[in-house]
C-alpha cells in the first residue's frame, strides 16, 4: 500500500506541475482546454491506473524486488530466508570419522565361503570416515518443500524429495525417503551404530508417495514404496521391491522432560521372486561386507513385517524398546521363513536437560545441547536378533556401552564397547569356532 501512495503522489505531482501551468497559460489566451492537452491528461491518467493495479497485483502475490533483503543465519549451517519467512534455502551435512578395534566373531573374514584363518581370533584396528554427506533443503510459498542429502563416500544421493504441506491433516511427500516405519533408525541418541534391529530389519530408504500427519497427541503415516535398484549401503539386496508401509504412534503423556511414547508399524512387501538375506554387522562398521549376522539367503515372494515401539523420557532418563517381527514366503515354495529381533536401550545425560522428542512424527530428534554447554550421556543396549529358521541362518545377541560427549552443537565425540554373542546352524559356517566378539571404537562428529 505504501508503495502505491508513493507512486500514485508522484505522478499527480508531475501531472500537476507540468500541465497544469501549461493549462493556465493556454486558458490565459483563449479561455478554455484545447485538445491536445486534454489528450495528455487522459494518456498520464492512464499510466496510473496500469501502474496501481501492477502494484497491487504485486502485493497480492507477495512479489519481491531483486533487491529485498533477505535474513542470513549461519548457525548450524547456512541458512537464508526472506524476511515474510515464505521462502528460504539451507545447506548443511555432517563429518563423522571412526576408529575401531575388533577381535573374535568380528574379524572373521569369508574368503571362498570358508573362516580365513589367519584373521580369526586376532585383534585388528581400523579407521575411516563413516559419513560425509551434504544437505541441501528449502521451503518455496510456505507449502512446498524440497531436500536433498548427496553422499560423498558413495559419490551420490541417498535422499531426495519433493513435499507438500499445505494440508491441515497432513503432508504429502514425493521422492526416496524414510518409510513409515519404525522409530529409532532416524532418531538420535545412540553413542553407537544403530541397533540391528532397527538399522536392518526395518525397512529403511525407498523411492515412494507417503502421507503424514499429526492430532493432539497421535502421529499418522502411510505410504507405497519401490526399491528401485539394489542399495550398497543397505544389508539387504531386494531388487524390484514394492511395499506398503504403515505407522501409528499415540503418546498419552507428552509434556517437556516428560514422555510415554506407544508405536504400532507394518510393512507388506512383494519382493517378486527377487533375491533376498538379512545381514547385519552388529554394531561394528569397518568390518566392510562380513556380517556375523546372516539368514538363510532366497528368493523370496512376500513378506509381512511388523514392527512395536515404545519409549519413556522423564527428564535426564530415556529408556526406549523396539521389535520387529519379519514372516517372509519363499518363492515357489511352500516356506516361509520367521525373523524376529528386539532390543531394549536405556540412556541418561549428566546434567540438566532431556532428549528432543518431535511431537509431528513421532521420533526424537538430534540433541542438540544449550548455547555453551557441553553434556554428557551414557547409553546401555541390549539387542537380540534371531535370523535362524529352517536349519540355516544365525542368532545373534550383543550387549553396548556407550558414552558421548556433546562438545558444543555441532561437535560430538563417542564411544562405546559392544560384546558379541553368535549362535545357531550356520554359526561356525561365517565366524568359526570363535563364536564371541568384541568390538570398540571412537567417533568424532561434525554437524553444520
Same mark, same amino acid.
Given at each position: ?44 491518467e ?17 512479489? &519481491?524486488?531483486? &533487491? ?16 515474510d ?18 577381535r ?10 570358508? *573362516?580365513?584363518?589367519?584373521? #580369526?581370533?586376532?585383534?585388528? +584396528? ?15 510459498? &510456505?507449502?512446498?518443500? /524440497?531436500?536433498?542429502? @548427496? ?9 531426495? &524429495?519433493?513435499?507438500? +504441506? ?47 500427519? @499429526? ?5 499418522y ?16 539386496d531386494?531388487?524390484?521391491? /514394492?511395499?506398503?508401509s ?24 512383494? %519382493? ?42 522423564k527428564g ?5 524398546s ?7 514366503d519363499?518363492f ?14 536405556a540412556?541418561?545425560? %549428566? ?11 513421532? #521420533? ?10 557441553? *553434556? ?5 543396549? /541390549?539387542?537380540?536378533?534371531d ?11 550383543e ?22 554373542k *553368535? ?24 554437524? %553444520?
Amino acid at each position: 500500500m505504501l508503495k502505491k501512495t508513493v507512486v500514485h503522489s508522484f505522478f499527480v505531482t508531475l501531472a500537476s506541475c507540468l500541465i497544469i501551468p501549461a493549462a493556465l497559460g493556454h486558458e490565459g489566451q483563449h479561455g478554455t482546454l484545447d485538445h491536445p492537452l486534454e489528450h495528455r491528461i487522459w494518456h498520464l491518467e492512464q499510466k496510473i491506473e496500469k501502474l496501481t493495479k501492477h502494484l497491487d497485483k504485486e502485493e497480492q502475490h507477495g512479489a &519481491y524486488s531483486k &533487491y529485498e533483503p533477505v535474513e542470513i543465519e549461519l548457525s548450524g549451517g547456512l541458512k537464508v530466508r526472506t524476511p515474510d519467512k515464505k521462502r528460504d534455502f539451507q545447506v548443511g551435512g555432517q563429518v563423522a570419522i571412526n576408529h575401531e578395534w575388533i577381535r573374535g566373531a568380528y574379524n572373521a573374514d569369508v574368503q571362498s565361503g570358508t *573362516v580365513a584363518a589367519t584373521n #580369526r581370533g586376532d585383534t585388528a +584396528q581400523r579407521t575411516e570416515m563413516r559419513s560425509f554427506w551434504f544437505r541441501f533443503s528449502g521451503t518455496v510459498d &510456505y507449502d512446498w518443500k /524440497y531436500q536433498m542429502m @548427496f553422499d560423498m563416500n558413495s559419490g551420490r544421493p541417498f535422499m531426495g &524429495y519433493i513435499r507438500y +504441506q499445505g494440508f491441515e491433516a497432513g503432508k504429502i511427500t514425493f521422492g526416496r525417503q524414510r518409510e513409515s516405519f519404525g522409530l529409532s533408525r532416524f532418531s538420535s541418541g545412540l553413542a553407537a551404530e544403530a541397533s540391528a534391529v532397527s538399522l536392518r530389519m526395518a525397512p529403511l530408504l525407498s523411492m515412494g508417495i507417503a502421507f503424514n500427519g @499429526f492430532y493432539d497427541k497421535i502421529t499418522y503415516a502411510a505410504g507405497i514404496f519401490h526399491e528401485d535398484e539394489s542399495d550398497p549401503s543397505l544389508d539387504t539386496d531386494n531388487s524390484e521391491e /514394492y511395499a506398503f508401509s504403515a505407522r501409528g504412534t499415540w503418546d498419552p503423556i507428552r509434556e517437556p522432560g516428560n514422555i510415554l511414547h506407544l508405536g504400532l508399524s507394518l510393512s507388506k512387501r512383494d %519382493f517378486g521372486g527377487g533375491p533376498f538375506q538379512m545381514k547385519s554387522r552388529m554394531g561394528a562398521h569397518t568390518i566392510g561386507s562380513f556380517y556375523p549376522a546372516q539368514s538363510a539367503s532366497f528368493n523370496a515372494k512376500s513378506g509381512d513385517y511388523i514392527g512395536l515401539e515404545f519409549a519413556v523420557v522423564k527428564g535426564p532418563w530415556t529408556i526406549s524398546s523396539e521389535l520387529v517381527n519379519a514372516r517372509v514366503d519363499e518363492f515357489n515354495s511352500p516356506t516361509t521363513f520367521d525373523f524376529t529381533g528386539y532390543f531394549i536401550q536405556a540412556g541418561h545425560f %549428566f546434567g540438566n536437560v532431556t532428549e528432543n522428542f518431535n511431537r509431528k512424527n513421532g #521420533r526424537f530428534k538430534r540433541f542438540k545441547p544449550p548455547a555453551g554447554m557441553s *553434556v554428557w550421556q551414557l547409553i546401555v543396549r /541390549y539387542g537380540n536378533i534371531d535370523l535362524n529358521d529352517a536349519g540355516k541362518g544365525v542368532h545373534d545377541k550383543e550387549f553396548t556401552v556407550g558414552l558421548s560427549w556433546y562438545a558444543n552443537r555441532s561437535i560430538r565425540v563417542m564411544g562405546n564397547y559392544t560384546l558379541l554373542k *553368535v549362535s545357531g546352524d550356520d554359526a561356525a559356517d561365517i565366524v568359526g569356532n570363535d563364536t564371541t566378539g568384541e568390538t570398540a571404537s571412537v567417533r568424532v562428529q561434525y554437524f %553444520f
